[in-house]
């Protein structure tokens, strides 16, 4: 009687760590697999971030500069937009901004007002290779240049004074000269058609129409 039940409990100890082995695989194959899946679905997470980034960084340069086909020539990046029957500015980069260069003849103020609305302003020239490169864009155009609140004191659009360097034609700025019936000239042009590049600023009535040249810092 007693070696049949102890032939009986090594038969139950048998069962019993048998199914504890199944118990222990079948854990095991589970941890296995729920891993498998957790480092699949990271993976498909950061590549959908991924692609989120790339979709937003695309829809802010869209926004920002309202194109959609770049032209890059030399240090410039130039693009033309035609929305409806408007032509939208052309869009220049040049080291750490953006330029808009008009389509468009406006006088000084609705040219700076259209500049205030895309979040830039008339363009400040701090050197002389932003002199050369904006006189490349080939346009009489206003940049943000004027001395419309004290008559000869000539300030940039963000209320610095001018200092150097300045980039006046010769025997500017004249304020009209002599001549009494000559209007005011209170701003200032961009005259890269007939003039040097370096000596290239000209003072002018702000009611002529021009071109402009917004800017807005990248």
């Known amino acids: 009687m007693a070696n049949y039940v102890n032939k009986q409990m090594i038969e139950l100890n048998k069962v019993n760590e048998e199914n504890r082995n199944r118990a222990t695989r079948s854990v095991k194959t589970e941890t296995h ?9 990271a ?28 032209e890059e020539r030399h240090m410039k990046r130039g693009v033309n937009t035609v929305i ?25 103020e609705e040219s700076r007002d259209d500049c205030l609305k895309r979040g830039a302003d008339l363009v400040i020239i701090n050197s002389k290779m932003e002199q050369k490169f904006i006189c490349g864009l080939n346009k009489r155009a206003w940049i943000g240049l004027t001395d419309s609140v004290t008559e000869g004191t000539w300030k940039w659009v963000d209320g610095t004074p001018l200092t150097t360097p300045s980039y006046w034609h010769l025997q500017q700025p004249d304020n009209g000269g002599d001549n009494p ?3 005011e000239k209170d701003c200032v042009e961009l005259n890269t ?14 009611l002529h129409n021009r071109y402009w040249i917004c800017e807005k810092g990248v």
């Open 43 to 70: 993976a498909v997470c950061f590549g959908v971030l991924c692609v989120l980034q790339v979709i937003l960084n695309i829809s802010l340069r869209l926004a920002f500069c309202d194109y959609h086909r770049p």
């Open 193 to 206: 058609v007939t003039w040097h590049p370096v000596k290239a600023w000209n003072d002018l009535s702000c």
């Open 84 to 108: 409806g029957r408007e032509l939208q500015p052309i869009t220049h980069l040049f080291e750490s901004s953006w330029y808009f260069l008009s389509t468009v003849k406006k006088p000084w």
């Open 181 to 183: 019936a000559n209007q």
């Open 33 to 41: 697999l729920s891993d498998g899946r957790l480092y699949r679905l």
